[in-house]
């Protein structure tokens, strides 16, 4: 099975900072990874997919990268409605899988 | 708009079945792949399974965890996806969500929920 390993398991920003959080892959999943906002209580929204592609809808801040086995996720200024728990997801190979997640504060 | 509503879960013992449904609109339902994917309390997200489309055979995937005793379906013509959930243990507890694939088989749309919990 593909492990990805997520970090940090949490972050502590403020307002307007840079944030980014990483998934490293254990092997070679090409592009087929998404990232993902979870608010509480709530169900989880789709941010980014295929790597680098932004999804419907969600704000320019928002970026994702990749170089080789490790995947990105970064915020250019982090905003009050960012806060939330997020995950990488790949869905390269069954079994597709999370990451650990990524609590994100306000400092 | 895409709509996804869960329905079915509840209270088992451990055990027992429970067989949870997927309601979809908004979307061509017989041309994606369909998900089902839990959250145990206070922790990550967890991939059940996935049910691919009739061109693909219908072919079935489940998480290691699940597998031999959840089976997951799906009625076209219906705009349903069902998890039929058998022999469950406590540590199926959880939050599931339905969800349907979108491009790079991202999830792009997701349901509310529905709560599992497995006690005796």
């Known amino acids: 099975d593909i492990q990805m390993t997520q970090s940090p398991a949490s972050l502590s920003a403020s307002l307007e900072e840079i944030v980014t959080i990483t998934c490293q892959a254990s092997?070679?999943?090409?592009?087929?990874l998404s990232w993902y906002q979870q608010k509480p209580g709530k169900s989880p929204q789709l941010l980014i997919y295929?790597?680098?592609s932004l999804a419907d809808g969600v704000p320019s801040r928002f970026s994702g990268s990749r170089s080789g086995t490790q995947y990105s996720l970064k915020i250019s200024r982090l905003q009050v409605e960012d806060i939330g728990i997020y995950y990488c997801?790949?869905?390269?190979?069954?079994?597709?899988?999370f990451g650990g997640g990524t609590k994100l504060e306000l400092k | 708009a895409v709509q996804l509503v869960e329905s079915g879960g509840g209270l088992v013992q451990p055990k027992e079945s429970l067989k949870i449904s997927c309601a979809a609109s908004?979307?061509?339902?017989?041309?994606?792949?369909m998900y089902w994917v839990r959250q145990a309390p206070g922790k990550g997200l967890e991939w059940v399974a996935r049910?691919?489309?009739?061109?693909?055979?219908?072919?079935?995937y489940y998480a290691d965890s699940v597998k031999g005793r959840f089976t997951i379906s799906r009625d076209d013509s219906k705009s349903m996806v069902y998890l039929q959930m058998d022999n469950l243990k406590t540590e199926d507890t959880a939050m599931y969500y339905c969800?349907?694939?979108?491009?790079?088989?991202?999830?792009?749309?997701w349901g509310q929920g529905t709560l599992v919990t497995v006690s005796s």
């Open positions: 969800t349907a694939s979108s491009r790079y088989n991202s999830f792009a749309y």
């Open positions: 908004g979307f061509t339902f017989s041309n994606a792949a």
């Open positions: 049910i691919r489309t009739k061109p693909n055979n219908y072919a079935t």
């Open positions: 092997q070679d999943i090409g592009n087929w």
């Open positions: 295929g790597a680098t």
């Open positions: 997801l790949q869905a390269y190979s069954a079994p597709w899988t």
